[in-house]
């Protein structure tokens, strides 16, 4: 059977773009260098300026800003750090890579954020941060592992690679860990194709994140820079000068996502046992990543499978969230295995992520939920979502 082209689909995620990204695009394409320029520079500053942050560093990525963040802060083989193994970017696998040894802790159900009284519960000797994210846009519980970091003098890190313009207690996602991490792929709202940034108000540990980000024109004749070898893991110009596009224009992409948020709420106050979304106590507002259903106990893995496959009939593209790393072979092979976290697991069988993106409209929407209301009715012989 033949492919259906992506303009027929209503997809995931889409990027959006407008005249003045192709113009600075453009611009810097036109420009003497690809690479190790300035638009690197002010994307940082502009990022670190509009969040509020003393430094900010551009990567190639969410998981390899985790991984420089572990490296520059000490951690490696030997030290555990605590990890949730809820979510879409996974940049848990950064521990991994470091050397050291990941210790997942359950999730607060309705959040899918990491549980700060789980995370206590595994706090060791050999503890030395941990890692707890904003899944879906929607904020952690940041007052209290902040405390929890304090009491145990433990490095806290921030992982906002699905969140960008959340806040929680008057203050936004992004500046509550001693670093955080921001991914720029789809479907972030500020997508730069692939990109990341680090974010610290501590000018040291930023000056050791430039360090091991990438070795510069001046170090090449150095034979100091190899006593902690750097990566490649640098963001390109033409990247850099899409995400200076974005940010410019973050309140209006942000905006056109909630309108159709409010699209989506609107139609699902019509299914019947539908939930609006939950929003913890102390979270002020919530940019979504994606439109995420959670279906009832009723409903299993494979029926879930099911209703996505349906979607896909009517060239909707949805997908369950996630695959709990703690399921994933690696990680298995450690020693994990299902029934040990199950509330996670719980939450990986039964949340659907449904399109979410500017290009969608009002009649979009009512056609994505009209058609998840009828096959989830027939995959649930009848009976509500919830």
């Known amino acids: 059977m033949a492919a259906i082209p992506d303009d027929d689909w209503l997809l995931l995620s889409e990027p959006d773009l407008g005249e003045l990204e192709s113009q600075v695009v453009l611009a810097t394409l036109r420009g003497p260098r690809l690479s190790g320029g300035r638009r690197v520079e002010q994307f940082e500053a502009a990022f670190a300026g509009w969040l509020g942050r003393g430094h900010a560093v551009a990567v190639a990525s969410g998981t390899l800003g985790t991984w420089l963040a572990l490296r520059a802060i000490g951690i490696g083989p030997g030290d555990e750090v605590i990890a949730s193994p809820c979510g879409w970017h996974q940049v848990a696998h950064a521990v991994t890579l470091a050397g050291a040894s990941v210790v997942f802790a359950d999730i607060d159900y309705w959040s899918g954020c990491l549980g700060p009284a789980r995370a206590a519960a595994r706090i060791t000797p050999r503890t030395r941060a941990i890692l707890a994210g904003n899944?879906?846009?929607?904020?952690?519980a940041w007052s209290v592992f902040r405390e929890l970091a304090d009491v145990h003098g433990l490095a806290l890190i921030e992982d906002s690679t699905e969140a960008i313009g959340s806040s929680?207690?008057?203050?936004?996602?992004?500046?509550?860990?001693d670093v955080a991490v921001f991914d720029f792929s789809q479907p972030s709202p500020l997508c730069c194709g692939?990109?990341?940034?680090?974010?610290?108000?501590?000018?040291?540990?930023a000056a050791e994140l430039r360090y091991l980000r990438s070795r510069s024109l001046a170090d090449r004749r150095s034979v100091s820079v190899g006593s902690r070898v750097p990566l490649q893991a640098s963001l390109s110009e033409p990247a850099a000068a899409l995400g200076i596009a974005q940010l410019t224009r973050i309140d209006t992409l942000l905006q056109r996502r909630?309108?159709?948020?409010?699209a989506y709420l609107q139609q699902?106050?019509?299914f019947e046992g539908i939930k609006p979304p939950y929003v913890a106590?102390?979270?002020?507002?919530?940019?979504?990543?994606?439109?995420?259903?959670?279906?009832?106990?009723?409903?299993?893995?494979?029926?879930?499978?099911?209703?996505?496959?349906?979607?896909?009939?009517?060239?909707?593209?949805?997908?369950?969230?996630?695959?709990?790393?703690h399921q994933q072979f690696h990680y298995t092979q450690l020693g994990w295995k299902r029934g040990q976290l199950p509330l996670v697991e719980r939450f990986a069988d039964r949340a659907l992520a449904l399109p979410l993106h500017a290009r969608l409209d009002p009649d979009h929407v009512k056609f994505i939920v009209e058609t998840l209301k009828d096959s989830s009715v027939n995959v649930g012989a009848g009976a509500a979502i919830y």
């Open 258 to 262: 909630k309108e159709v948020e409010a």
């Open 268 to 270: 699902m106050l019509s």
């Open 281 to 325: 106590p102390g979270v002020d507002l919530v940019h979504w990543m994606l439109y995420v259903v959670h279906l009832g106990k009723r409903f299993t893995a494979s029926a879930c499978a099911q209703i996505v496959d349906d979607l896909a009939t009517e060239t909707i593209e949805a997908v369950m969230y996630c695959q709990p790393l």
């Open 194 to 205: 692939e990109g990341g940034m680090l974010v610290t108000d501590d000018a040291r540990l």
């Open 135 to 140: 899944v879906n846009g929607h904020p952690a």
């Open 168 to 177: 929680y207690l008057g203050r936004a996602v992004g500046s509550f860990g």
